[in-house]
């Protein structure tokens, strides 16, 4: 393919068919190949304020590009796609689908704030990545993380009955997240961690006491127990239901 | 002969020095071509000022009364010189109303002639109603509403243009005009104060706000009132079939091509030499450098000297200049001037 500049050209601008033919002439080959215009053509003012209101983005418009916090960045040096600077310059102009090119690497910031220290503006970079992390994920533009996807089952059943119960936070955290119980049971680690919860050897060799000892046998019954049972804290009452309403109008302050 | 002193230009560089030389108590002749004092802020009608923030009509104002009030100057308005003979201390130098006068010393504070942006089409001024000129802006402002020429509507969006005539070798002017990003800075907070709607975008190659004009202006700007700085040189600017104004360039940090809608295109007009700098050079026997400002003689011990003797010239006359360094410009001219003066009387005696 007689292209050069492949850092200039997005894949999803990049148009070819293995045959092609235009106007009755068969364009197949190197010349089937079509690139849609990258000409960037309006900004989203409001963007810059918008993502203020996500904590850690207070100050991104101070930013003058001198590219400190990219220099100095723990990813960068993993990765050259993560680029602070670059989002910061983004998020002031508000040319939001270009931020959105690289939702599935923003959150990757570690937190180190080696950019914040090193800043000559004060932006707090490592805030305004968490901002635009938060906001991909709040605003529904990428998928929920796992971490997310686990809190929100725990605070779910925290809110229903004061407390979890650790089969269904993890049956309904796979569920969600996609993850298939059998599968890892069968082939992954799921599998290799109760075949090691086997003591039929310790019986095997008439070791009856640290057989019982060391098998979970009161731990399995509990936990069948409360799968069935669940367990509810005492007096909860309509304590979720105010818990709820409470953390939905402190979401709705914040973020308008 | 010697007590007197030939002042050319009443701007911030005219009017300093011609004070100056006055206060040491000598006599002054001010000759100003236009018919009003006060140089370019005032012709050009600047409003405020960097970076003391205050109305030139009021800053500078102070300066011509203090000039006009004082009875050892002497003012010609509309008024030029064309012809200078003699020597240091003893020039005849002949005015466009026909007076002649015997001076001493010489000093130029001829200043400069901004850019005129018809000489950049592909950036629309001449073009379009809506694309004006630093100048042109300040004119608004001074006048108290931000509003789109062509249909009167309040700007969305207004962008300035940085290094209009400045730092471009296309059209020969390879030099930078030093001060228009502080002004566009500042030109920025002062839409935004008048018009809160308005978003200002910076399209810039550097931002040379040098000095403490950093903090004061620069981020100030950007940090207090949220104007934008895109890095990124325009290539055109056009119009979109909704009368909007489109800037069309590319935009080095991301990238990508631009064309983006805007309301207002403002250049930054940069300072060119004095248009009249070639006849200049001759009525006063001197010599001008290589981008047509006039040329200075040795620095070091003979400092504002042009290459001819007894003639003096600073502010920006010599190359793009701020107004409170013109106006220590011409302080020490008039030091310059004087001390010349006393030396001759000295050696003569």
């Given amino acids: 393919m007689a292209i050069h500049e492949k850092t200039l050209i997005d894949p999803d601008r990049l148009i070819t068919s293995d045959s092609l033919v235009v106007d009755g002439v068969d364009v197949s080959g190197h010349w089937n190949t079509m690139i849609l215009p990258r000409t960037l053509r309006d900004y989203d003012d409001g963007f810059e304020d918008h993502l203020k209101q996500y904590s850690g983005a207070e100050n991104v418009h101070r930013c003058w590009q001198c590219g400190s916090c990219t220099n100095s960045c723990t990813m960068y040096a993993q990765n050259t796609d993560f680029n602070p600077r670059y989002w910061i310059y983004l998020t002031r102009l508000g040319l939001t689908e270009e931020i959105l090119k690289d939702k599935e690497i923003i959150w990757q910031c570690v937190s180190c704030n080696k950019c914040t220290n090193i800043c000559p503006k004060d932006v707090r970079p490592e805030g305004v990545m968490k901002a635009l992390a938060h906001w991909i994920e709040a605003e529904g533009h990428g998928a929920k993380s796992n971490s997310t996807v686990f809190d929100e089952e725990f605070a779910r059943q925290c809110l229903v009955r004061g407390r979890i119960e650790d089969s269904e936070v993890m049956s309904n955290f796979y569920k969600l997240s996609q993850q298939d119980i059998k599968e890892m049971a069968l082939h992954g680690w799921l599998g290799i961690f109760v075949a090691r919860m086997n003591k039929w050897n310790e019986l095997r060799h008439g070791h009856v006491f640290r057989f019982l000892a060391r098998t979970p046998i009161m731990h399995s019954l509990h936990m069948g127990w409360s799968m069935i049972f669940k367990p509810k804290t005492k007096s909860w009452g309509r304590t979720g239901e105010v818990l709820s309403q409470y953390v939905k109008e402190q979401k709705e302050l914040a973020h308008g | 002969m010697t007590d007197t002193v030939l002042v050319v230009g009443a701007g911030p560089t005219g009017l300093s020095a011609a004070a100056g030389v006055a206060s040491i108590g000598k006599k002054v002749i001010l000759v100003e071509k236009e018919a009003v004092l006060g140089g370019a802020p005032i012709i050009s009608g600047y409003a405020k000022l960097v970076p003391s923030g205050e109305w030139a009509k009021d800053a500078i104002g102070r300066m011509v009364k203090r000039v006009e009030d004082n009875p050892n100057v002497t003012i010609h308005k509309s008024t030029r010189v064309t012809k200078v003979e003699g020597e240091s201390g003893n020039f005849t130098v002949t005015l466009s109303n026909g007076q002649t006068a015997q001076v001493g010393s010489i000093i130029l504070g001829t200043g400069f002639t901004h850019f005129d942006s018809i000489n950049k089409p592909e950036w629309g001024f001449g073009t379009y109603e809506d694309v004006l000129t630093t100048t042109q802006m300040e004119q608004m402002v001074s006048a108290g509403k931000i509003a789109c020429p062509s249909n009167g509507r309040v700007p969305e ?193």
């Fill in chain 2, 157 to 349: 969006r207004v962008a300035i243009l940085l290094c209009v005539g400045s730092r471009d070798r296309q059209i020969g002017r390879e030099w930078c005009s030093k001060i228009c990003c502080t002004v566009s800075t500042n030109l920025a907070m002062e839409i935004k104060e008048l018009s809160p709607t308005t978003e200002v975008f910076i399209y810039y190659m550097d931002i040379r706000t040098f000095g403490l004009y950093e903090d004061k202006f620069y981020w100030k700007s950007q940090e207090e009132f949220k104007t934008k700085f895109v890095k990124a040189r325009i290539a055109e600017v056009t119009k979109s079939a909704d009368g909007r104004l489109l800037v069309k360039g590319e935009d080095t940090l991301v990238k990508r091509p631009i064309v983006i809608p805007m309301d207002i295109v403002v250049h930054a007009v940069g300072m060119d030499p004095n248009e009249e700098n070639p006849d200049i050079a001759k009525v006063f026997g001197i010599g001008l450098e290589k981008h047509g400002f006039i040329d200075r003689g040795e620095q070091y011990t003979s400092t504002f000297s042009s290459t001819r003797r007894g003639i003096y010239v600073g502010g920006s006359a010599l190359g793009p200049e701020d107004i409170d360094t013109s106006i220590s410009h011409g302080l020490a001219m008039a030091m310059r001037a004087v001390g010349e003066m006393n030396a001759l009387v000295q050696k003569a005696a």
